[in-house]
């Protein structure tokens, strides 16, 4: 089973950045999938999860409604975060996380069953 994570990198402030998560050796289609961040000397938390069994079912931290979108493709086996309007305060490290069961809302805020490497996420000023 593997996560991989990209699109990374160092963006100014107000800037936008989309993540991808592509997997491979689980049932794609019946999961939830999304990320968390950790920033330096904080907490690990969720920012969002979709359900790959309905897409239409997504959550999101307060802290990121309205500027970050949580997508999926089916057939590539993937999960993306659009982030736009990125402040100071998103700059962390974004793990692509799982949970066996197509529940987002319960991966997000509760746990998660895999954990990927991280792609790091930078913002300036």
């Known amino acids: 089973v593997q996560l991989a994570e990209a699109g990374g990198g160092m963006v100014q402030a107000g800037g936008s950045l989309t993540l991808s998560c592509t997997t491979s050796?689980?049932?794609?289609?019946?999961?939830?999938i999304g990320w968390y961040r950790q920033a330096p000397g904080k907490e690990r938390e969720g920012v969002s999860c979709i359900s790959t069994y309905e897409p239409d079912y997504t959550w999101y931290d307060n802290a990121v409604t309205g500027r970050f979108t949580i997508t999926i493709d089916s057939a590539k086996n993937t999960a993306y975060l659009q982030m736009n309007n990125l402040t100071l305060e998103d700059t962390a490290t974004y793990h692509c996380v799982t949970l066996d069961r197509p529940r987002p809302m319960a991966l997000c805020q509760w746990g998660y069953d895999l954990w990927g490497q991280g792609t790091q996420v930078t913002v300036s000023s």
């Open positions: 050796g689980f049932s794609f289609n019946d999961h939830a």
